[in-house]
């Protein structure tokens, strides 16, 4: 079975310009969660949905940042404008449950010149 | 005091040692905990959870203690493919919460 797929894998913006990253689920997974990984401040969760609803997203840095999840299929995080802060490694990880393991994709790393 | 504690290292140790990792969290509703690993530039994975009474899988063993709001992670007869770095994780319940919260991980080398 697929994992959960994240495009793209390598991102590399100019400061001001708008970053879109997607992601698609594990099949039968009802939450999807996106994460910020940086070596200053470990893996942050950003925002989480359940059934294509967001549930939490207090983990959001900035109103710069939004996260659509239109389908059981597909999420998207936009930032825009994006700044040279902003980079970082993005992972989406879905799961079946919030007691269930969380699987997570390989990830995108961005980098805002 | 940060959510989830962990001594960054980095461990490096030869095959076959004996290493051990604490971990400490500061919620005490915390209710799941877990040891995720993440090998360099990719995605964390589950290594295994930890349960009240301690439990082990092969040559790893997980021990909590909910007193202390302490984990550990024990692996023996280390190998060079244990080589990665080791993150703590809570969950707590309640609320909208029950998101994993991540410690910022214990990077673990063994050498030959």
């Known amino acids: 079975d697929a994992g959960v797929i994240q495009s793209p894998r390598h991102e590399v913006t100019e400061m001001g310009q708008e970053v879109t990253l997607r992601c698609k689920p594990i099949s039968g997974h009802d939450y999807l969660f996106w994460y910020r990984q940086t070596m200053m401040r470990g893996l942050e969760l950003l925002i989480y949905?359940?059934?294509?609803?967001?549930?939490?997203d207090s983990g959001m840095p900035e109103d710069r940042f939004s996260a659509k999840m239109p389908n059981a299929s597909f999420s998207t995080l936009k930032i825009q404008p994006s700044e040279p802060r902003d980079s970082a490694v993005y992972f989406c990880?879905?799961?079946?449950?919030?007691?269930?393991?969380?699987?997570f994709g390989p990830g995108t790393r961005l980098t805002v010149t | 005091r940060k959510e989830v504690e962990q001594d960054p290292g980095p461990f490096n140790v030869p095959e076959g040692a004996t290493v051990a990792f604490n971990c400490t969290y500061s919620?005490?509703?915390?209710?799941?905990f877990f040891w995720y690993r993440q090998d360099c530039r990719k995605e964390p994975k589950l290594l295994m959870s930890?349960?009240?009474s301690g439990n082990e899988d092969g040559r790893f063993t997980a021990q909590l203690n909910r007193a202390s709001q302490y984990i550990s992670l024990l692996i023996r007869d280390s190998k060079l493919s244990d080589s990665a770095t080791y993150l703590c994780?809570?969950?707590?319940?309640?609320?909208?919460?029950?998101?994993?919260?991540f410690g910022k991980g214990t990077k673990l080398s063994v050498k030959p």
């Open positions: 994780v809570v969950k707590s319940y309640g609320g909208s919460q029950g998101n994993l919260i």
């Open positions: 930890v349960y009240s």
């Open positions: 919620n005490s509703a915390s209710q799941s």
């Open positions: 990880a879905s799961s079946r449950d919030l007691a269930y393991e969380q699987y």
């Open positions: 949905f359940n059934n294509n609803v967001p549930i939490d």
